[in-house]
């Protein structure tokens, strides 16, 4: 169970830090603008993400949120990696920068995997 535990933690914890303390903190800089505008994404499409990224992050850390809502949030991280990887391989091409959203989709699949690991061995030791 203490595997568990630390494998989630991590991995929620990378989540968190790449997908909400991150896009908060340079959502307005320049460089982030021209990496929207380059997707050909209007500005406000990035601004209304990170505003949703935010509350994702929020969903996934906080141990009182209802599990139903976590897993909408798990859903929205997934549905954002995907089609990050597809706008970049439309874009760039068959680039880093296409593959790295799906390096973050596997991070999140163990925080999720081991999310479900831990609630079941609550609803077992209940």
Not at 24 to 46: C, M, V
Not at 53 to 68: D, E, H, M, R, T
Not at 80 to 90: M, N
């Amino acid at each position: 169970m203490k595997k568990a535990k630390i494998i989630f933690w991590t991995t929620t914890i990378l989540i968190f830090l790449f997908e909400g303390v991150m896009p908060a903190l340079t959502s307005q800089t320049e460089l982030a603008k021209e990496g929207i505008r380059h997707l050909g994404y209007p500005e406000y499409f990035g601004n209304a993400l990170v505003v949703f990224k935010i509350l994702g992050v929020l969903a996934l850390v906080i141990p009182q949120v209802p599990k139903n809502v976590k897993e909408w949030a798990y859903a929205g991280f997934g549905f954002d990696f995907i089609f990050a990887s597809i706008s970049h391989f439309a874009v760039d091409g068959v680039t880093f920068d296409g593959f790295f959203p799906l390096i973050i989709l596997v991070i999140l699949a163990l925080s999720y995997i081991y999310y479900h690991k831990i609630e079941r061995y609550k609803n077992i030791g209940s």
